[in-house]
T-cell receptor, first 113, second 113 residues
Framework: TQLLEQSPQFLSIQEGENLTVYCNSS?????LQWYRQEPGEGPVLLVT?????EVKKLKRLTFQFGDARKDSSLHITAAQPGDTGLYLC?????????????FGSGTQLTVLP | EAGVAQSPRYKIIEKRQSVAFWCNPI?????LYWYQQILGQGPKLLIQ????????DSQLPKDRFSAERLKGVDSTLKIQPAKLEDSAVYLC???????????FGQGTRLTVV
């Protein structure tokens, strides 16, 4: 079973601060996705990274895929209360005929005004 | 484009009762997933369908859980009999055959008392 570990599990910061969330695995993934989930809703895709070492930016969010495609990070600059939510990383892999999507344990981010 | 539809949104049952959840994926999406998300954790894959065939059900507790995908479109997930530890949000997601993004429904929150 492929496991994705996220850290920290909980993060509470003040508006305007920067933060980094980590997603680590011992397995190699063909791609890695980051989702954000708000209470009562399903996860919504933020970004997909495919190439080892790839960096993608989405406004104040910066996503990086590790060179070995086993780990990833999400950095948020100048966090805002609207960034509050559960951030999930998910690794994509192929198992037989199934394209699996394995989720990490999640990081609950709270940004205080 | 309509999203993934799930019903009901909420369900409260007593232990040992049975319950069924329904999912209508995005039109044309061949892949359908059922995930279980316990409060504070990331989603855990229960079963994956490709059209109307099961491609991965390795983490489905088959003694009490069952799922089917009628004619490769709608899907139902059933629990019989339910246990207290089945309390969770059950998420349905769908994806096009060649795409990498999975779209999630809002989920069904099950409480077993």
């Amino acid at each position: 079973t492929q496991l994705l570990e996220q850290s920290p599990q909980f993060l509470s910061i003040q508006e305007g601060e920067n933060l980094t969330v980590y997603c680590n695995s011992s397995s190699v993934f063909s791609s890695l996705q980051w989702y954000r989930q708000e209470p009562g809703e399903g996860p919504v895709l933020l970004v997909t990274v495919v190439t080892g070492g790839e960096v993608k930016k989405l406004k104040r969010l910066t996503f990086q895929f590790g060179d070995a495609r086993k780990d990833s990070s999400l950095h948020i600059t100048a966090a805002q209360p609207g960034d509050t939510g559960l951030y999930l990383c998910a690794g994509a892999s192929v198992r037989g005929s199934a394209r699996q999507l394995t989720f990490g344990s999640g990081t609950q981010l709270t940004v205080l005004p | 484009e309509a999203g993934v539809a799930q019903s009901p949104r909420y369900k409260i049952i007593e232990k040992r009762q049975s319950v069924a959840f329904w999912c209508n994926p995005i039109s044309g999406h061949a892949t359908l997933y059922w995930y279980q998300q316990i409060l504070g954790q990331g989603p855990k894959l229960l079963i994956q369908f490709q059209n109307n065939g099961v491609v991965d059900d390795s983490q489905l507790p088959k003694d009490r859980f069952s799922a089917e995908r009628l004619k490769g479109v709608d899907s139902t997930l059933k629990i019989q009999p339910a246990k207290l530890e089945d309390s969770a949000v059950y998420l349905c997601a769908s994806r096009q055959g060649t795409g990498t993004e999975a779209f999630f429904g809002q989920g069904t929150r099950l409480t077993v008392v």
